[in-house]
């Protein structure tokens, strides 16, 4: 593990929208370092529900041929900062499914920089935030393609939930590529529950609690679809978004 000494402070874009009181008191952030092996196959998950603020910075190397699963469920009470950097060599497929789940004043941010280094790399990240009262949901996502790597597929899908107008959403997905043969997209969306979706519940007999309760339900479990521990992190999602609601 490696630390950086210095506290950032605004100007450094991956830190714009930090909470900066409670940055200070986890700084500095350890260097977690992760490596998956040539034609290895891998899946992580990240749960961070503690009283306690956290921040966790992931420096990812996956090698040729090999495939990482990522999943990351960050929901408070405290301030919560999960960064991750990723290089992708030739053929290696990444996948990150995150949901970020605030209310009150809270403070959560999910900041990736995914760099695709050598030719046939593949990467998905589908980012769901759903934020309540006064809370703040940021996502700063970077896709870099490097020379040379043709046959790149990278794919973003960031959408956040106002469940309250007085909750604040940040996204920045972001691409920047200089090889041929590329492609590379990304979906950024933030808005509030759709009142047709929910008049159709109420419809079928639901009250307006138990629709958007289904509502976000669905919306946030899209990010651990196809996880190994898929049924177990829906679970934990679905219990903070009970004390949520």
């Known amino acids: 593990m490696t630390l950086a000494a210095t506290l950032p402070t ?16 986890v ?14 196959e891998d899946s992580r998950q990240i749960v961070e529900l503690g009283e306690a603020a956290v921040a966790r910075h992931l420096a990812i190397r996956v090698e040729k041929g090999a495939k990482l699963d990522l999943r990351i469920l960050t929901a408070g009470p405290a301030y919560g900062r999960i960064a991750v950097d990723v290089e992708l060599a030739e ?8 949901a970020q789940l605030a209310t009150g004043s809270e403070t959560l941010e999910i900041v990736t920089e995914v760099t695709h280094c050598e030719q046939n790399a593949t990467s998905m990240q589908v980012i769901r935030s759903a934020l309540a009262g006064h809370s703040t949901g940021t996502y700063l996502g970077r896709i870099a393609v490097a020379r040379g790597a043709d046959g790149t597929d990278a794919e973003q899908s960031v959408r956040a939930m106002l469940i309250d107008r ?3 959403a940040n996204a920045r997905p972001e691409l920047e590529i200089y090889a041929d043969d590329v492609k590379a997209a990304h979906g950024c969306a933030v808005g509030e529950l759709d009142a047709q979706g929910l008049f159709y519940l109420a419809s079928r007999g639901l009250t307006p609690p138990q629709a958007k309760r289904l509502m976000l339900q669905a919306f946030v479990a899209e990010a651990f679809i196809g996880a190994p521990n898929e049924e ?4 934990a999602a679905l219990a903070r978004l009970e004390s949520i609601l």
């Open 10 to 25: 605004r100007k450094d874009e991956a830190f714009r929208y930090a909470d900066f009181d409670a940055l200070a008191g």
């Open 27 to 40: 700084w500095p952030i350890a260097r977690e370092e992760i490596v998956v092996a040539a034609g290895q």
């Open 166 to 168: 007085t909750a604040t």
């Open 91 to 98: 053929g290696a497929d990444f996948l990150l499914g995150a």
């Open 232 to 235: 177990a992190l829906s679970e």
